[in-house]
């Protein structure tokens, strides 16, 4: 029985995508094609993979829009013909074959029937996000496999790399050039949708990381069929994407609805949306995704903004990546003063608690470069910023791909950790750090040719500023991301691995989400900072009235000195270091308490 035959519609799930192979029943499917920068389409067809593809003439209507309504059923294969002599992918379709540059597949979207459907998200406030790359773990069905122990320590929702279609097999996934298709190499949109299925099941909201700011090198057809699709402008990444445009903006609405209403993602990330610099769109995204989700269910959506931009967080944007607080902290744990850092060095202590206090560190002040960043962000809720140690561009942007772990002593790193999960902001871990991993996380890519070798001397050429990096012969023991090795390095340990110092991070990081889910998660709604002081180098005390009225204070020293300190009052939440002196502060320690007072 088919899946336009059997049973009740409610545990299936689509969504009617304007562009791309629509399955209209289980013989019929609907092409539509935007291409208004050439004359006519031809649809190439295999119905049956095995078979030699029939061309077919398209309907070429308004604004360049060429449509075709024919015979054929899920799993058909199909290209694009653009002229005499190139073929093109659909770049809306839902998965491919053989890579970017192969034909594309037609997906039953309402295949997949749901066993979680009532699941309906949950509250921002709870979350405690987890990132991972699922190639790293061995794709989908990898995944599935760790749900059940990410879920009983107390991560409440995983948050995936890039999946859309890459070139290659091996990918961060920030190369993409298809995004509406599942990558492949990770397993096929339904084993998608059961590893999202199961996680609903044991209370894990999944969301996904897309990437709306630019095409990859490798695959992207888009210039050939529809040059308007970009400005003509060039940014760091490639061509300018042109979000004015009515075709090219219901072009990724419509991929954003996809992933929320067909694959029942939680939630999104939207990466790098600076390099959008279009808030118009931004906001029209926002507005047309919460118009479509019903009010009963939970949907996130997330940014990654250097702009700082406090105004999209007010209400339509639910957090921003505070890469302020990792950066600070950063510099603060490890002294590293290059690139980046260098606009965090200065003051380190003081920025740190105007992070704890006001979110943002740059709120409209000059960057090292004497360029004004960001916007006054203290009036927003604790919970509109994600803080974090460490995430894949983080880890993976190092030339050796270190995680802190391997470049922090162990007592500063817990005091720092217990700071993320203990404080206000929503945490969120890179995969492996709940269990103390020590393997890097690299660049990897899987390019082939000049491209192969264009990216490696690109990303060897990147560290030539560094100290550590001027000689030549330095900068060519950098991992070429194109190896299979890179790649492989670049894989978690598995958890039932028979490793003590393991056990105890798992064991600690356990601690403070029992901790956070008892006692910050109920207060949070409602919280406002009251101020954070200097202690001393590296130390701070920082204090926030929950929305209960009660009051949280957090002391931590991240330096290398004792500090004096007035211990905070109240119930004791946590307390790690030297506990013999109340009135000073040991290098490595922290203490966190809440109050009726301050």
Request: aromatic share 10%.
């Given at each position: 029985?088919?899946?336009?035959?059997?049973?009740?519609?409610?545990?299936?799930?689509?969504?009617?995508?304007?562009?791309?192979?629509?399955?209209?029943?289980?013989?019929?499917?609907?092409?539509?094609?935007?291409?208004?920068?050439?004359?006519?389409?031809?649809?190439?067809?295999?119905?049956?993979?095995?078979?030699?593809?029939?061309?077919?003439?398209?309907?070429?209507?308004?604004?360049?829009?060429?449509?075709?309504?024919?015979?054929?059923?899920?799993?058909?294969?199909?290209?694009?013909?653009?002229?005499?002599?190139?073929?093109?992918?659909?770049?809306?379709?839902?998965?491919?074959?053989?890579?970017?540059?192969?034909?594309?597949?037609?997906?039953?979207?309402?295949?997949?029937?749901?066993?979680?459907?009532?699941?309906?998200?949950?509250?921002?406030?709870?979350?405690?996000?987890?990132?991972?790359?699922?190639?790293?773990?061995?794709?989908?069905?990898?995944?599935?496999?760790?749900?059940?122990?990410?879920?009983?320590?107390?991560?409440?929702?995983?948050?995936?790399?890039?999946?859309?279609?890459?070139?290659?097999?091996?990918?961060?996934?920030?190369?993409?050039?298809?995004?509406?298709?599942?990558?492949?190499?990770?397993?096929?949109?339904?084993?998608?949708?059961?590893?999202?299925?199961?996680?609903?099941?044991?209370?894990?909201?999944?969301?996904?990381?897309?990437?709306?700011?630019?095409?990859?090198?490798?695959?992207?057809?888009?210039?050939?069929?529809?040059?308007?699709?970009?400005?003509?402008?060039?940014?760091?990444?490639?061509?300018?994407?042109?979000?004015?445009?009515?075709?090219?903006?219901?072009?990724?609405?419509?991929?954003?609805?996809?992933?929320?209403?067909?694959?029942?993602?939680?939630?999104?990330?939207?990466?790098?949306?600076?390099?959008?610099?279009?808030?118009?769109?931004?906001?029209?995204?926002?507005?047309?995704?919460?118009?479509?989700?019903?009010?009963?269910?939970?949907?996130?959506?997330?940014?990654?903004?250097?702009?700082?931009?406090?105004?999209?967080?007010?209400?339509?944007?639910?957090?921003?990546?505070?890469?302020?607080?990792?950066?600070?902290?950063?510099?603060?744990?490890?002294?590293?003063?290059?690139?980046?850092?260098?606009?965090?060095?200065?003051?380190?202590?003081?920025?740190?608690?105007?992070?704890?206090?006001?979110?943002?560190?740059?709120?409209?002040?000059?960057?090292?470069?004497?360029?004004?960043?960001?916007e006054p962000s203290g009036h927003l809720p604790t919970t509109a910023f994600i803080a974090f140690l460490q995430n894949h561009d983080q880890v993976?942007?190092?030339?050796?791909?270190?995680?802190?772990?391997?470049?922090?002593?162990?007592?500063?790193?817990?005091?720092?950790?217990?700071?993320?999960?203990?404080?206000?902001?929503?945490?969120?871990?890179?995969?492996?750090?709940?269990?103390?991993?020590?393997s890097p996380f690299l660049f990897f890519t899987d390019h082939r040719d000049e491209l192969a070798d264009a990216v490696r001397e690109g990303r060897?050429?990147?560290?030539?500023?560094?100290?550590?990096?001027?000689?030549?012969?330095?900068?060519?023991?950098?991992?070429?991301?194109?190896?299979?090795?890179?790649?492989?390095?670049?894989?978690?340990?598995?958890?039932?691995?028979?490793?003590?110092?393991?056990?105890?991070?798992?064991?600690?990081?356990?601690?403070?989400?029992?901790?956070?889910?008892?006692?910050?998660?109920?207060?949070?709604?409602?919280?406002?900072?009251?101020?954070?002081?200097?202690?001393?180098?590296?130390?701070?005390?920082?204090?926030?009235?929950?929305?209960?009225?009660?009051?949280?204070?957090?002391?931590?020293?991240?330096?290398?000195?004792?500090?004096?300190?007035?211990?905070?009052?109240?119930?004791?939440?946590?307390?790690?270091?030297?506990?013999?002196?109340?009135?000073?502060?040991?290098?490595?320690?922290?203490?966190?308490?809440?109050?009726?007072?301050?």
């Amino acid at each position: 029985m088919s899946a336009f035959e059997s049973g009740s519609v409610s545990d299936r799930f689509s969504h009617h995508c304007h562009y791309g192979a629509t399955v209209l029943d289980e013989r019929r499917t609907r092409f539509t094609f935007w291409a208004p920068g050439v004359e006519t389409v031809t649809l190439e067809l295999a119905r049956d993979p095995g078979i030699e593809a029939e061309r077919f003439a398209m309907d070429k209507g308004q604004d360049g829009e060429f449509t075709l309504e024919i015979d054929c059923p899920p799993g058909a294969h199909y290209r694009y013909r653009i002229s005499d002599e190139l073929s093109v992918p659909d770049p809306a379709a839902r998965a491919q074959h053989e890579d970017v540059n192969g034909p594309s597949v037609v997906v039953n979207p309402q295949a997949y029937g749901w066993e979680n459907v009532h699941w309906q998200g949950r509250p921002w406030h709870e979350t405690v996000i987890l990132e991972l790359h699922v190639g790293a773990l061995d794709g989908f069905d990898g995944v599935r496999k760790r749900l059940q122990d990410w879920a009983s320590m107390g991560i409440t929702a995983i948050e995936l790399m890039p999946i859309n279609e890459f070139p290659g097999a091996r990918n961060w996934g920030y190369d993409g050039v298809l995004p509406y298709a599942v990558e492949a190499a990770y397993g096929t949109p339904d084993q998608l949708k059961a590893m999202i299925d199961q996680a609903h099941g044991l209370g894990l909201m999944v969301f996904l990381d897309v990437v709306y700011n630019h095409f990859g090198p490798d695959g992207n057809y888009l210039p050939h069929y529809s040059p308007g699709f970009f400005t003509g402008e060039r940014t760091p990444w490639g061509d300018a994407i042109d979000f004015d445009r009515s075709q090219v903006k219901d072009f990724f609405i419509d991929n954003a609805l996809m992933w929320i209403e067909e694959y029942r993602f939680d939630g999104l990330r939207f990466d790098a949306v600076h390099a959008i610099d279009n808030d118009a769109f931004l906001l029209e995204m926002s507005e047309r995704i919460k118009s479509r989700v019903s009010e009963m269910r939970h949907v996130h959506l997330m940014l990654e903004n250097e702009r700082n931009s406090a105004s999209l967080l007010e209400s339509a944007y639910t957090a921003q990546w505070n890469d302020d607080v990792h950066n600070v902290l950063h510099a603060l744990l490890t002294g590293e003063h290059e690139g980046y850092y260098a606009d965090y060095c200065d003051r380190a202590t003081d920025k740190l608690a105007s992070a704890l206090h006001g979110g943002f560190i740059f709120q409209g002040q000059n960057d090292r470069r004497g360029h004004s960043r960001g916007e006054p962000s203290g009036h927003l809720p604790t919970t509109a910023f994600i803080a974090f140690l460490q995430n894949h561009d983080q880890v993976g942007n190092r030339a050796m791909g270190e995680r802190l772990i391997s470049l922090v002593d162990q007592e500063r790193l817990e005091a720092a950790t217990a700071l993320l999960l203990l404080c206000p902001m929503i945490p969120m871990l890179f995969m492996g750090e709940e269990r103390g991993e020590r393997s890097p996380f690299l660049f990897f890519t899987d390019h082939r040719d000049e491209l192969a070798d264009a990216v490696r001397e690109g990303r060897r050429s990147e560290f030539a500023d560094f100290s550590h990096f001027k000689d030549e012969k330095t900068r060519a023991q950098i991992p070429d991301p194109n190896a299979v090795s890179t790649f492989e390095q670049s894989r978690p340990s598995a958890p039932g691995d028979d490793d003590p110092e393991a056990a105890m991070w798992h064991t600690r990081y356990m601690t403070l989400l029992d901790i956070r889910h008892a006692e910050i998660i109920p207060r949070l709604p409602g919280t406002t900072a009251m101020g954070a002081v200097t202690l001393g180098e590296g130390a701070v005390l920082a204090h926030w009235r929950m929305g209960d009225g009660t009051v949280l204070g957090i002391a931590v020293n991240l330096g290398t000195q004792r500090v004096s300190i007035d211990a905070p009052e109240g119930q004791r939440l946590y307390e790690l270091g030297e506990s013999d002196d109340a009135h000073t502060l040991a290098p490595g320690a922290i203490r966190a308490c809440l109050s009726s007072h301050l």
